[in-house]
C-alpha cells in the first residue's frame, strides 16, 4: 500500500537542498501536517498547510503546494512549488517520523528534550512525545481532569490566593500544587501542568519564594547574535575528539551544562569556555524546540553576565560579532531589564524534596 498522508499528523520532513552548505545538504524536522488538499488534476498536485518546526526563520505554519513524483510504501517524494521564484528547485522526501529517525536526523533537538522529559507515555508514543515538545493537543482531546487529595489544580491554585492563609498552609498548598504539576506531567497532561504552573507565583512573594510565571523572550536578534559569537559547534567537536562521548551533536555541551548549571545556585565557572558552552547550547535548544521555564532562565541569566564579554580566544565567528556590535546598545538594557526580573533567582537554590508516593490514581 502507497504511503499516504493524513491531516493533524506528525510526519518527518527533509528537504533537499537546505539553507546551509555550498551544494546539497537537506534540511530535516518533524512536521505537523494540519489539512492535505489534493487538486485532483491526475497530476499528482496536492496542498499542504504544515507546520514546518525547525524552518530556518523559527517555527512556521505555512501553505506548501507539492507535486509527488514518486510513492513508496512508508514515503513519498514531491517537488516543492514555488510559484512566486518558478526556477527553485526544492524536493521534499516526507516520511513516517519514528524515534530512530528523530535520534539520527535531529540530535540537538533530541539531546535538549528527549522523550523522558514528557513521561512514560511519550516514550512509547513518538505521537505523544512530539505533541508534548510542541505543545499540540491531541486530536482525540487532552486527558480528563483529575484530583490529588480531593481538589484539582484550579481549585489548588485559587486556594493559594487566599489571604486568610497563613505562611505555612500556604506553603503546604504550594506542595500540594507541585504534586499535581508532577502527577500532571506523568500522565501527559501538558495543559494541566501549564494551567497550574501559571498560577504558581500567587503567593510568591508572601511566602519569598522567587517568581514563578516569567519566562525571558529569547529569540531576539540581541540575544541571538550574543550566542552566535561563540562558534559553540566547533568547540563541541573539540570537546568530542579529546573525550568521546558518543552523544550526538551538541552532546559534549550538554554534559557541561548537566555538571555544572542544572541546579540551582548558578555560578559562573572559572574557565570561560564552560559559560559560553552552555549558552550556546541552550540557545541551539531554544531554536530547536523550546526550553523549560527553568533553562529559559538560565540562558537569560547567562546572557546577563556575558553580553558584553568578549568571546574566548579562536572560537569568535565575525560574521555575528560584526553584526552584534549594532545591537551592543540594546543588548546592554535587555540585560539590566533581566537581571531585575531574574532577582534572586540565579541565586536561590533548588528546592530539594523527598520523592512523593505515586497517586494511587495514577495507573
Sequence with gaps: MSFTLHPRSWYGWQMIPGYVGERCVPFCCPCHV?????????????????????????????????????????????????????????CVVISHVEFEWLRQLCP???QSRPPEHFGSAAMSSVSVYLNALFHVEDPAGTPPA????????????????LPQHGTEERKMLLHLAKLVVKTAAKRGNTEAVEELDDFLD???????????????????DEVVFAVLRFDGGRWDKALECEHPLG????????????????????KLHDDPMVN??????????????????????LLA??????????????YAQAEYAEKYQRLMPAAAELAQKWTKLLGDYPSTPDLVEKDEPDDPSDG
Excluded at 498547510?49 to 513508496?72: C, D, K, N, S
Excluded at 512573594?205 to 531576539?220: F, N
Design 276 to 297: 559560553w558552552g552552555v549558552l550556546y547550547w541552550l540557545q541551539r535548544s531554544q531554536k530547536w524546540s523550546g526550553l523549560p521555564r527553568k533553562d529559559a532562565r
Design 146 to 161: 483529575f484530583q490529588i487529595q480531593g481538589k484539582t489544580a484550579q481549585q489548588i491554585a485559587k486556594e493559594l490566593q
Design 202 to 220: 500567587v503567593t510568591s512573594g508572601r511566602m519569598g519564594i522567587p517568581p514563578m510565571t516569567w519566562k525571558p523572550e529569547l529569540s531576539c
Design 108 to 110: 540537538a533537538l533530541w
Design 301 to 314: 541569566w547567562l546572557f546577563t553576565q556575558l553580553h558584553d564579554q568578549p568571546v574566548p580566544r579562536g
Design 247 to 266: 552523544r550526538g551533536t551538541y552532546g559534549q555541551l550538554a554534559q557541561l551544562y548537566e555538571e555544572h548549571f542544572s541546579r540551582r545556585p548558578w
Design 34 to 90: 494540519r489539512t492535505v488538499t489534493p487538486h485532483k488534476s491526475g497530476k499528482g498536485l496536492l496542498t499542504l498547510e504544515v507546520w514546518i518546526t525547525g524552518y530556518a526563520e523559527g517555527v512556521q505554519m505555512m501553505e506548501v503546494p507539492l507535486r509527488v513524483i514518486h510513492r513508496g510504501k512508508d514515503y513519498l517524494i514531491a517537488r516543492i512549488l514555488s510559484p512566486n521564484a518558478p526556477d527553485t528547485d526544492r
